[in-house]
């Protein structure tokens, strides 16, 4: 009898539900005034649909949610519940290695099977895969959490800009000079939060961040104020300059190569003695300092180490797009890259990668629903976070063997 | 024996809060000391000042470790604290529960090796070579803590004793020449307790690392330490072995309660 009980309680719960959400969007859903004819009219059929939907929806969200109970619970007794899909054939070499080559012949091939627009849109987010490594180290790492991340790539957009209006360098040539100012800004910003933590140094970088972007919005003799800095350099390679369409495909590869390179890096520095050591700063800034690690040198390396990639796609994203203003660098771009970190997986680069795919990508191939695009895009990201707070991908440690 | 540990008239105040008074206290090569009192009485404050986490209104804290010259060392942050080879616990656990406990111990490490970000990045001959040392090193230790079956296990996955025992291990990998221990068997059942007991004689006889310790467990305490200081409201009220504290009537008016031993 109880299991029949259970139904009719659950059915109940759904009916609330349903009654809810029409009386919700009862105003906007069913009354339409019409201003001209000066008439009322009554869309009840639209009524019917909202409680219908969500009368079913909200059995869905029950399932869902008792689904995520149940694997909380078997996390907690100690079964590996968590690792996904994924992460079980990356760690089998005969699915991972054939997926590997799968990725780059698609990797190589897409500019020229894809239209030039698709191109760009790819290069955009292997920029923002790049962006989200490097908050990576910074937010996933060492636990800082940086509001101001995109401040770094502010500073790297302007620093190609500038030095090219002014002196005519070229990009490969500001590339590395716009990595050195970053990570120099990032130890800039590292030493006045190396006291905070938690929700005061987000404030603080925060601040940092509008500085930044104000600063160049305002001294009009140096950046050229909010109309901004035009007709930049394409890459060339060597001294040759490609023509609008070759210069596409070249800048994808070049994001291509920035990535592999990326990751490379991340993935070595954290299992390394420095990556070990922001993972403990994050877990417990006392215990870590009393077991013998410099607070302060930890804490500037992995915010310069941060901001250093931020320079370096500043650069590109300047040369990419030929005109930067200070309209590019507002403090959506730094949640959107803070978003790639958190709902990709706090720590895991394959969890980012996959997190800035999915935000930067999602966006764009949504243009279908029009109007609802950016709607379906919140609740995307409001489901993800309901049903996997930890992220798509969770880190797993490094796993040692010993023979004995 | 040589003093290792000197703490010379150590005050520390909380605005109008005086936590210690003038407090006067050495550890000498190879012991086990205990520190006890009551509730509040100023032991783990004492800790945080010893260990640079407090820094200490008045007094001195000076360390001779064996073989080294004597250093003062109040006002040094903790991790240089504990560069000069004095490790701690925490009273309440605090290790980094998304790590593995192999990952906790090479923690340890860090102050004794020194390879940079390059040296990550590049993974040159001496940073492979260090970074075997460090792994090696720290299953080493796991295997005297008697861990070693739960490497790769994430610690907050650790039943309660074990994590006490992996936070040992932990301050042990930072070479220590006296290991400051706050509470290390709260929270533990008997058994437990009983394992406790003969890790830390252990690690004195076969690591000779002296040890200071926090505790409550009287008979942990009685049957471990050579000496036992007795503090209350951030004084010491007495000082001597197990023997002399348990027949000092200062001390069971303070602490043990009048009728207990009576």
Same mark, same amino acid.
């Given at each position: 009898m109880?299991?029949?009980?259970?139904?009719?309680?659950?059915?109940?719960?759904?009916?609330?539900v349903?009654?809810?959400?029409?009386?919700?969007t009862?105003?906007?859903?069913v009354?339409?005034?019409?201003?001209?004819?000066?008439?009322?009219?009554?869309?009840?059929?639209?009524?019917?649909?909202?409680?219908? !939907?969500s009368?079913?929806?909200?059995?869905v969200?029950?399932?869902?949610?008792?689904?995520k109970?149940?694997?909380?619970?078997?996390?907690?007794?100690g079964?590996?519940?968590?690792?996904?899909?994924?992460q079980?054939?990356?760690?089998e070499?005969?699915?991972c290695?054939?997926?590997l080559i799968?990725?780059?012949?698609?990797?190589v091939?897409f500019?020229?099977?894809?239209?030039?627009?698709?191109t760009?849109?790819? #290069?955009t987010?292997?920029?923002y895969?790049?962006?989200?490594?490097?908050?990576?180290?910074?937010?996933g790492?060492?636990?800082l959490?940086?509001? !101001?991340?995109?401040?770094?790539?502010?500073?790297?957009?302007?620093?190609?800009?500038?030095?090219?209006?002014?002196?005519?360098?070229?990009?490969?040539?500001?590339?590395?000079?716009?990595?050195?100012?970053g990570f120099?800004?990032?130890?800039?910003?590292?030493?006045?939060?190396?006291?905070?933590?938690?929700?005061y140094?987000?404030?603080v970088?925060?601040?940092?961040?509008?500085?930044?972007?104000?600063v160049?919005?305002?001294?009009?003799?140096f950046?050229?104020?909010?109309? !901004?800095?035009?007709?930049?350099?394409?890459?060339?390679?060597?001294?040759?300059?490609?023509?609008?369409?070759?210069?596409?495909?070249?800048?994808?590869?070049?994001?291509?190569g920035?990535?592999l390179?990326t990751?490379?890096v991340?993935?070595?520095?954290?299992?390394?003695?420095i990556?070990?050591?922001?993972?403990?700063?994050?877990?417990?800034? #006392?215990?870590?300092q009393?077991?013998?690690?410099?607070?302060?040198?930890?804490?500037?390396?992995?915010f310069?180490?941060?901001? #250093?990639?931020?320079?370096?796609?500043?650069v590109?994203?300047?040369?990419?797009?030929?005109?930067?203003?200070p309209?590019?660098?507002?403090?959506?771009?730094?949640?959107?890259?803070?978003?790639?970190v958190?709902?990709?997986?706090?720590?895991?680069?394959?969890?980012?990668?996959?997190?800035?795919?999915?935000?930067?990508?999602?966006?764009?191939?949504?243009?279908?629903?029009?109007?609802?695009?950016?709607?379906?895009?919140?609740?995307?990201?409001?489901i993800?976070?309901?049903f996997?707070?930890?992220?798509?991908? #969770?880190?797993?440690?490094?796993r040692?063997?010993?023979?004995e | 024996?040589?003093?290792?540990?000197?703490?010379?008239?150590?005050?520390?105040?909380?605005?109008?809060?005086r @936590?210690?008074? $003038?407090?006067?206290?050495?550890?000498?090569?190879g012991?086990?000391?205990a520190?006890?009192g009551?509730?509040?009485?100023?032991?783990?404050?004492?800790f945080?000042?010893?260990?640079?986490? =407090?820094?200490?209104?008045?007094?001195?804290?000076? +360390?001779?470790?064996p073989?080294?010259?004597?250093?003062?060392?109040?006002?040094?942050?903790?991790?240089?604290?504990?560069e000069?080879g004095?490790a701690?616990?925490?009273?309440?656990?605090r290790?980094f529960?998304?790590?593995?406990?192999?990952?906790?111990v090479?923690?340890?490490? $860090?102050?004794?090796?020194?390879?940079?970000?390059?040296g990550?990045?590049?993974?040159?001959?001496?940073?492979?070579?260090?970074?075997?040392?460090?792994?090696?090193?720290?299953y080493?230790?796991?295997?005297?803590?008697?861990?070693? $079956?739960l490497?790769?296990?994430? @610690?907050?996955?650790?039943?309660?004793?074990?994590?006490?025992?992996?936070? +040992?291990?932990? @301050?042990?990998?930072t070479?220590?020449?006296?290991?400051?221990?706050?509470?290390p068997?709260a929270?533990?059942?008997?058994q437990?307790?009983?394992?406790?007991?003969?890790?830390?004689?252990?690690?004195?006889?076969?690591?000779?690392?002296?040890i200071?310790?926090?505790? $409550?467990?009287?008979?942990?305490v009685?049957?471990?330490s050579?000496?036992?200081?007795?503090m209350?409201?951030?004084?010491?009220?007495?000082q001597?072995?197990?023997?002399?504290?348990?027949?000092?009537p200062v001390?069971?008016?303070? =602490?043990?309660?009048?009728?207990?031993? @009576?």
């Amino acid at each position: 009898m109880s299991f029949r009980d259970d139904k009719i309680q659950e059915i109940k719960k759904s009916l609330l539900v349903s009654i809810w959400f029409m009386f919700l969007t009862f105003p906007i859903m069913v009354i339409r005034v019409n201003p001209i004819e000066k008439a009322v009219e009554w869309r009840w059929e639209n009524m019917l649909v909202v409680g219908i !939907g969500s009368f079913l929806l909200s059995f869905v969200w029950r399932y869902m949610l008792k689904k995520k109970e149940a694997g909380e619970k078997r996390a907690e007794i100690g079964e590996s519940g968590n690792t996904f899909l994924i992460q079980k054939i990356l760690e089998e070499p005969r699915f991972c290695i054939p997926l590997l080559i799968t990725l780059t012949i698609i990797a190589v091939a897409f500019p020229f099977i894809f239209s030039m627009y698709q191109t760009n849109i790819m #290069t955009t987010a292997l920029m923002y895969v790049v962006l989200g490594l490097g908050l990576n180290i910074v937010v996933g790492l060492a636990g800082l959490l940086d509001l !101001g991340y995109v401040a770094f790539y502010a500073v790297g957009a302007y620093c190609y800009a500038l030095l090219n209006h002014h002196f005519g360098l070229g990009f490969w040539s500001v590339l590395p000079i716009g990595a050195v100012l970053g990570f120099i800004f990032g130890i800039l910003l590292g030493f006045p939060v190396l006291r905070l933590r938690g929700d005061y140094l987000a404030i603080v970088t925060l601040g940092f961040g509008e500085i930044i972007r104000l600063v160049l919005e305002n001294w009009n003799e140096f950046s050229f104020g909010p109309s !901004g800095i035009a007709n930049i350099d394409r890459p060339a390679f060597w001294d040759f300059q490609f023509s609008l369409q070759n210069a596409t495909i070249y800048l994808y590869f070049l994001m291509i190569g920035l990535t592999l390179f990326t990751i490379f890096v991340v993935n070595r520095l954290q299992n390394s003695r420095i990556g070990r050591a922001w993972i403990a700063l994050r877990e417990d800034e #006392t215990a870590c300092q009393a077991m013998g690690i410099d607070k302060t040198r930890t804490k500037l390396t992995a915010f310069a180490l941060g901001a #250093t990639w931020a320079g370096m796609v500043g650069v590109i994203f300047a040369a990419k797009t030929t005109f930067i203003n200070p309209a590019s660098f507002t403090f959506l771009e730094s949640a959107m890259i803070l978003s790639i970190v958190v709902l990709g997986g706090m720590g895991s680069i394959l969890g980012v990668i996959i997190g800035a795919l999915i935000l930067i990508l999602l966006p764009e191939y949504l243009r279908v629903f029009s109007d609802y695009r950016m709607l379906l895009f919140g609740a995307i990201m409001v489901i993800m976070m309901v049903f996997r707070p930890q992220g798509i991908i #969770t880190n797993i440690r490094r796993r040692y063997k010993f023979n004995e | 024996m040589n003093t290792i540990l000197e703490v010379k008239d150590l005050t520390m105040d909380f605005g109008g809060l005086r @936590a210690l008074d $003038h407090l006067d206290l050495n550890v000498v090569e190879g012991e086990i000391a205990a520190i006890i009192g009551p509730n509040g009485a100023g032991k783990t404050t004492f800790f945080n000042c010893i260990t640079g986490i =407090y820094n200490p209104t008045e007094g001195e804290v000076l +360390i001779s470790p064996p073989g080294k010259k004597r250093k003062k060392i109040n006002g040094l942050k903790p991790n240089r604290v504990t560069e000069n080879g004095m490790a701690r616990t925490f009273q309440n656990i605090r290790l980094f529960p998304d790590m593995t406990v192999l990952e906790n111990v090479m923690i340890g490490r $860090h102050c004794r090796t020194s390879s940079g970000i390059v040296g990550a990045i590049l993974r040159g001959r001496s940073t492979n070579k260090e970074e075997k040392e460090i792994v090696d090193f720290s299953y080493n230790i796991l295997k005297k803590t008697s861990l070693s $079956h739960l490497v790769n296990e994430l @610690a907050k996955n650790l039943p309660y004793g074990a994590q006490r025992r992996l936070e +040992i291990a932990r @301050a042990m990998a930072t070479e220590p020449f006296l290991l400051l221990l706050d509470e290390p068997a709260a929270g533990m059942n008997p058994q437990e307790t009983r394992e406790l007991d003969e890790l830390i004689t252990r690690i004195r006889d076969e690591e000779s690392i002296s040890i200071l310790m926090i505790e $409550h467990d009287m008979k942990l305490v009685m049957s471990l330490s050579d000496r036992i200081f007795v503090m209350d409201y951030g004084r010491k009220i007495a000082q001597g072995s197990p023997y002399d504290i348990i027949n000092n009537p200062v001390v069971i008016k303070a =602490y043990l309660g009048e009728d207990i031993y @009576a």
